[in-house]
């Protein structure tokens, strides 16, 4: 029963920054590895950035140094800051809690001049 829903994609311009957001219900938020995935078109979904309940982050190559991933556990929310975003970073943004392992429907980010 757990849901999950992404916010804050939209067109961004190289070098621009978004924030994307991800609210979960129906799950014990506190305790369950957080990720964040993106899939472009014609490619596999790829993992971006993870946290686990004790805050550890982790990160793909290509994003170090641009991207945050953070938790706030009062507010079950999952975000990720996205900074100097390149043309490449576009795709469909996706949250995952894995406990159960439940996805969101995903938020469009483009990022083109």
């Known amino acids: 029963q757990v849901q999950l829903v992404e916010s804050g994609g939209g067109l961004v311009q190289p070098g621009g920054s978004l924030r994307l957001s991800c609210a979960v219900s129906?799950?014990?938020?506190?305790?369950?590895?957080l990720a964040w995935y993106r899939q472009a078109p014609g490619k596999q979904r790829e993992l971006v950035a993870l946290i686990n309940s004790g805050g550890t982050t982790n990160y793909a190559d290509s994003v170090k140094g641009r991207f945050t991933i953070s938790r706030d556990n009062a507010k079950n929310t999952v975000y990720l800051q996205m900074n100097s975003l390149k043309p490449e970073d576009t795709a469909v943004y996706y949250c995952?809690?894995?406990?159960?392992?439940?996805w969101g429907r995903g938020t469009q980010v483009t990022v083109s001049s």
């Open positions: 995952r809690f894995f406990l159960g392992d439940y």
């Open positions: 129906g799950g014990i938020f506190s305790i369950s590895p």
